[in-house]
C-alpha cells in the first residue's frame, strides 16, 4: 500500500518532513501546500506545490495530510479543520491546551471517520510513551525530564524581539550534576535553575548598548528569569559559522524501585540529534504511516502515540518486524 | 475494573511478578499455582499456593494468567495449552522459535477467544520495542544492543555444570569502547568479541583441578569461546556477600541519519536494574493488564509489544495519561 502524503505549512519542519516521505519506500509526496503564494516557494526536493486553498478539492488525492503549523495559533484551528477531511497529523504541543485541542480534533475527525494524530515528536511524542512505558511497568518511582544540549527556537525569537539584537541563538543545557543524581536514582527534589542553564549567543546592532540587552534577556520573565543564563555577543558571521545548525535532543529518566523499596530501576531515554526538525519531521512521518492504517482498518478519531500500537509505525509486516526488532 | 491474576510457576521470576501484582492498585492476586506439591511452597507475600492441576477448575476466577516458566522446555507446551483457557502472558525469549510458538500460541487463543501476550521483559521486549520505534522513525540506520554489566543466569547455570564446581555467578560486561563507538553514532562493525566480555565467579570443591575448570569454562562453545572470559576463583563466603544479587541492565542504541545523510541522529534507551526477575516480573505485570482489556474489548490471539498500544499498559484513562505523561 502506498501512503499519498500532502504537507501543509513548509517551514523548518515542513522541509524535515518532506525529507522524510521522500525517504520512505511505501509513500508518495503529493506536495507541499503553502498559504503564501506557490509561486514563492521552491521545494529542497522540487516537490509540487500547491495553494492551502487547493486542499478543498484534494480530498481523494491524500491519504494523510501531515500539518506543519506552529502550535501557537495554527494547530488550534488547522487540526479541527483539516480533520474534518483528511487523515491527519500534527506536533500540537501546548500543554495546558491538549484537552481541548483533543476535545475539538476527536469530534471533527469522528464526524469525517477520519484519524487525527495529536502531539506527534520527541517532546511530546517519544519522550511522552517513555513516561508512559517506565510509570506503567513501576508504579511506584518518578520521571525527570531533561533538554539540551540544544537550540530552543522559542528562545531564540524571544530575544531576537529585544530592541538591538539582529540575531540569536539560544541553547538549552542541562545542568550536569542535577543529571548524574538522577542517573543514579538518587530522586532529588530539583527546581527548574538546578536542572537546566540557558546559553544565550547574540548579534546586536552597531552601537547598541549591550549592557541592557543583557539584563533585558536575564531579566525576561517565563523565558531567562528562573535560570542561570550566559550572554555572549558575537558577530553575524561567527553566528553563521558556528551556529547555523539546530541540534537538540534531551533524556526522559525514569527513577523507580520494586513494591517493597528492595530493588532500585533506573530507565533513560535519551536523544542527540543533529537536526531538530528533521528529527521531528521524521516521527511525524511514521505517525502518518499509522493514521493511514488505522483508518483503513475503519477506526476514527482523534489518537496520541499512547493510542497506537508501536508495530503500526512500521512499513513491516507484523511477521517481519518480529523476525527483525523481537 | 479489578484484574485477577494468577502466576503459574514460582522461581525468581514468579516471585518478581507476585511483588508487581501486589503493588498494583487495580489487580488481585488469586494465587500461585506450581507443579511441585503446594504445601511445599512458600509464597513471600502468603499469596495462595494452588497445584497446577486446580487451573482447569478456576478459569472463571482469573483474568490473566502470568506463565513464570522457562522458554527451553516449559513455555512452548504451556503458552498454547493455558491460552485454550485463559488469557496469559509469557516472556518466551527462544528468538529463533518465535515464529513457531506464535502460530501455535496463536491458534488456541483465537480458537478460545483469548489473549496472549508473548516475549515480554525487557529483552525481548521493551528492548524489541525501542528497535522498532527507532527504526520505524529513521529507515536509515543501525541498532545495536549491549546487554550488562549484570548476571546472566544461563551463563552461570552453564558453569555450575562444570564437573568440580559448587557454585557460579557470571557477569556479561559491555566493552566500553564499542559502547563509546556506538554512542558517537560512528556505526562501527563489531564482533562479538568485541562487543562484551564475561567475568566468572566461580566456587569450586575442595581439591578440585582449578586449571581444567578455568579452561573448560574458556573454551565451552556458544556461552564462552567467542568472548575474552575471566574466571576468579572465590569462597562461597565471597559469593554470598558479594555477588547475591541478580542486578542487569543494558542498552539499546540506534544511530541514523536523515534520508540525504545530512544529520545524524542517536536514539538510546538503556536500563539499570537492581533485579533483573523483579523489573521483568513488573513488564509482565503491566502486559497482564492489557491482555484483560484488549479481551474485554473482544480481541483475541496472539500479540506482542509490538501490538499493543502503550496505553493498554496503564491503569490511568485517556485523559489521565494525556494530562500526567503527554
Not at 64 to 80: K, R
Not at 128 to 155: E, M
Not at 295 to 303: D, L, Y
Amino acid at each position: 500500500m502506498t501512503t499519498r502524503i500532502g504537507i501543509l505549512g513548509y517551514g523548518n519542519l515542513g522541509k524535515g518532513v518532506e525529507k522524510a516521505v521522500n525517504a520512505a519506500p511505501d509513500m508518495e509526496l503529493v506536495g507541499i501546500f503553502s498559504r503564501r503564494n506557490p509561486a514563492d516557494v521552491k521545494t529542497v526536493s522540487g516537490a509540487k506545490v500547491y495553494s492551502a486553498n487547493d486542499l478543498d478539492n484534494m480530498t481523494d488525492d491524500i491519504d494523510v495530510l501531515i500539518l506543519c503549523g506552529g502550535s501557537a495559533t495554527d494547530l488550534p484551528v488547522m487540526t479541527p479543520k483539516y480533520a474534518a477531511k483528511f487523515n491527519v497529523v500534527d506536533s500540537f504541543d501546548t500543554h495546558a491546551k491538549v484537552p481541548e485541542h483533543f476535545a475539538n480534533v476527536d469530534k471533527a475527525a469522528k464526524e469525517a471517520n477520519k484519524i487525527a494524530v495529536i502531539s506527534t515528536g520527541w517532546d511530546p511524542g517519544m519522550f511522552s510513551l517513555n513516561r508512559l512505558y517506565a510509570h506503567s511497568i513501576l508504579p511506584d518511582g518518578k520521571d525527570y525530564t531533561f533538554w539540551g544540549r540544544g537550540v530552543s527556537q522559542g528562545h531564540s525569537d524571544a530575544i531576537r524581539r529585544i530592541e538591538g539584537v539582529v540575531d540569536a541563538r539560544q541553547y538549552t543545557v542541562p545542568v550536569p550534576a542535577a543529571l548524574e543524581a538522577v542517573r543514579n536514582g538518587e530522586n532529588p527534589e530539583l527546581t527548574t535553575r538546578q536542572k537546566h542553564t540557558r546559553e544565550c549567543y547574540v548579534v546586536a546592532e552597531e552601537g547598541a548598548d549591550l549592557a541592557r540587552i543583557e539584563k533585558e534577556i536575564k531579566e525576561m520573565p517565563n523565558y531567562f528569569s528562573d535560570y542561570d543564563t550566559t550572554v555572549t555577543f558575537i558577530t553575524e558571521e561567527e553566528l553563521l559559522a558556528n551556529h547555523a545548525g539546530l541540534p537538540h535532543g534531551g533524556s526522559v529518566i525514569y527513577s523507580g524501585q520494586s513494591a517493597d523499596g528492595s530493588s532500585k530501576h533506573v530507565i533513560e531515554y535519551s536523544l542527540k540529534l543533529d537536526s531538530n526538525p528533521e528529527f521531528t519531521g521524521s516521527i511525524l512521518t511514521a505517525f502518518a504511516r499509522a493514521a493511514a492504517k488505522l483508518n483503513a482498518e475503519g477506526a476514527n478519531g482523534c489518537k496520541t502515540a499512547f493510542d497506537i500500537a508501536p508495530a503500526y509505525l512500521s512499513p513491516l509486516s507484523g511477521e517481519e518486524i518480529r523476525h527483525q526488532y523481537l
